[in-house]
């Protein structure tokens, strides 16, 4: 095309018509960006700030708002360590001692009290046809406070009753072997019942304190006393027993 234009309107011709061209696309296109806003230009170019006003007063505090909500528990926490032992505390005091008791009533006492009972039995055999000797022991279930003396230990025969006879041996020993009791300050020993065979001359020859230094010391220890009972015959013997706190 351009050697077209060329060969009819010769180079001059040809530059006339590119210049031509340019000026009507130039003209166009500056109206065309007046007529959409030739302003842009203007409206671009940005304004300095102004000064900054001073703050403002601070409001006035709002209402509270209204509680959240419960949380979920925590977990439980480990066990603390066990705690070191504490120091021991002082003895106490000792109790006061208690009273005795009223006759009759059950409870601890270290000694029998003055003018107190206590009863009990015993038994002895004596082996061999012709007889012999044998032992028994008597043992308080509440101690004496003190012992007893040869003068103040009696032994009763068999059959002897204590209730119905009247003489010295009734004033230390006012009973029998069913129902034994003895004076304040006084062990009696009655002779009950011989078993096996008939009973031979003999019956409760002595009686000792255990305790004593003396293989016999006529009396009664604190806890008790010991008989020697002897028979002519074979003979199982039994008998009953009281003593009174003097």
């Not at 041996?169 to 020993?189: F, M, S, T, W």
Request: aromatic share 6%; charged share 15%; with cysteine.
């Amino acid at each position: 095309m351009f050697s077209l234009l060329r060969n009819r309107f010769g180079i001059p011709g040809v530059i006339s018509v590119i210049a031509l061209v340019f000026a009507m696309a130039g003209g166009a296109f500056a109206a065309n960006n007046l007529q959409s806003g030739g302003s842009k230009a203007t409206a671009s170019a940005k304004g300095k700030q102004g000064p900054r006003g001073k703050p403002g007063k601070t409001g006035k505090t709002g209402p509270q708002g209204p509680a959240g909500a419960k949380g979920d528990t925590g977990a439980q926490g480990a066990p603390g360590a066990k705690g070191d032992t504490g120091a021991q505390g002082a003895p106490g005091a000792p109790g006061a001692k208690g009273d005795t008791g009223a006759p009759g009533q059950t409870g601890f006492t270290e000694t029998l009290p003055s003018g107190e009972t206590e009863t009990g039995a015993w038994s002895a055999f004596v082996e061999g046809a012709s007889g012999g000797a044998a032992a028994a022991a008597l043992s308080f279930s509440i101690p004496l406070e003190q012992p007893l003396d040869a003068t103040h230990v009696v032994k009763n025969p068999l059959g002897y009753d204590g209730e119905d006879e009247v003489g010295p041996e009734h004033e230390k020993c006012p009973g029998k072997a069913a129902n034994p009791r003895a004076q304040a300050g006084y062990l009696c020993v009655y002779t009950g019942n011989a078993f096996i065979a008939e009973f031979g001359t003999g019956g409760v020859e002595s009686i000792s304190d255990p305790g004593a230094s003396a293989s016999e010391q006529p009396g009664a220890a604190t806890s008790g006393a010991v008989l020697i009972v002897s028979s002519t015959k074979l003979a199982s013997i039994a008998g009953t027993w009281a003593v009174t706190a003097p």
